[in-house]
């Protein structure tokens, strides 16, 4: 099958041939239609993660119509358009039972512990558990954008900072994660602030909802936040994964206020708190990564309904030969929204 394969760190990836992935008693093997490209594939390629083995075809967001069927899975037939969490579960350990399978002890991601959706096919591992239906109302693009990004923000938003209407939401860094949080935040009722260095995130911001925007390449973000929300926001959101967002975000807070952290930085960024302010302030640190296969459909029950459109975040789609741009451009966060590779 044709895929891209990434051989070496920080090299260009190569469009070539290689074996069809196998298929377990418990998988199937997905016909991969559309794939998002996300930062941390870019992160991938870059070698900033530990653990990471090559030759790897990345890819960890994607969409498909399901071509082969293990013996014992139940669930799922040829045929299917399906929808891939980026984080599967062993179905088994606590966190797996206990429907929190985002955090599964024995967690594999498709496309970062083996091969994913930039191949023409890939293997989904114990299919009953981690697989979810794609309805027929939304295209195999909208989904492409929704099983990382989009799902990580709808879990961290709606599961974990459990934002609520009336509030005051700052979302830091517009790209994918960010805009996404923003739709949802807006979704749920909260009148929301957009921070951002480019003018054209912060221009799609508006586009998708944003009550304000900031460029806070030009003004001192914490002093608008506050001068906005009259005191400080209920909840800051760092969409990107960097400490200097995160501190901004903690000093921005009100009182009872929740950081929720949805970014996710390389292994040896750390930020300093005030541990009195924590305190004092009865402030809150929510971490939040992917979301759990179960909890997919209510997500998708909005798209389907139209109260979200993560069509609105993909701008562009490519070609297999032109996913080097596409990372490329990502070293200087030139990309805009969501770029979706179809295959
Ligand atoms: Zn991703
Ligand atoms: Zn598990």
């Excluded at 909802?209 to 608008?224: H, L, R, T």
């Excluded at 995160?246 to 000093?251: D, I, Q």
Aim: aromatic share 8%; net charge negative.
């Amino acid at each position: 099958m044709k895929a891209i394969l990434l051989e070496e760190f920080n090299k260009d990836l190569k469009v070539t041939n290689i074996q069809e992935p196998n298929l377990s008693d418990e998988g199937v093997i997905v016909k991969i239609k559309a794939n998002g490209i996300c930062r941390s594939d870019w992160h991938i390629w870059k070698g900033h993660w530990k653990g990471i083995s090559t030759p790897l075809v990345m890819g960890h967001e994607f969409t498909g119509i399901v071509e082969a069927v293990g013996s014992n899975v139940k669930k799922f037939k040829k045929g299917d358009r399906v929808i891939i969490p980026f984080s599967l579960s062993c179905g088994h350990c606590e966190y797996c039972l206990d429907g929190s399978g985002n955090v599964c002890t024995e967690r594999q991601s498709a496309g970062i512990t083996f091969n994913g959706g930039y191949g023409e096919f890939a293997h989904v591992p114990l299919a009953d558990f981690n697989l979810a239906y794609l309805p027929e109302e939304i295209d195999f693009v909208s989904g492409a954008a929704m099983g990382c990004r989009f799902a990580t923000s709808f879990h961290g938003i709606v599961n974990q900072a459990k934002v609520g209407a009336g509030e005051w939401v700052v979302v830091s860094g517009c790209g994918g994660v960010g805009l996404s949080a923003l739709q949802f935040s807006v979704a749920m009722g909260a009148n929301v602030i957009c921070v951002d260095i480019d003018d054209r995130k912060l221009n799609l911001a508006k586009d998708l909802g944003a009550s304000f925007v900031i460029n806070s390449k030009e003004s001192n973000v914490v002093d608008q936040i506050k001068e906005i929300t009259n005191g400080g926001a209920d909840v800051t959101i760092d969409a990107l994964g960097n400490s200097e967002i995160v501190m901004n975000s903690l000093n921005s807070l009100k009182k009872k206020g929740r950081h929720l952290q949805l970014g996710i930085a390389p292994d040896n960024v750390n930020f300093d708190f005030q541990v009195r302010t924590l305190v004092n302030f009865e402030h809150q640190i929510i971490g939040s990564r992917g979301m759990p296969p179960q909890k997919f459909p209510y997500m998708l029950n909005m798209v389907k309904s139209n109260r979200l459109k993560p069509k609105d975040l993909v701008t562009k789609t490519v070609s297999p030969d032109q996913v080097n741009d596409v990372l490329q451009g990502m070293g200087s966060f030139d990309n805009l929204g969501i770029t979706v590779l179809e295959w």
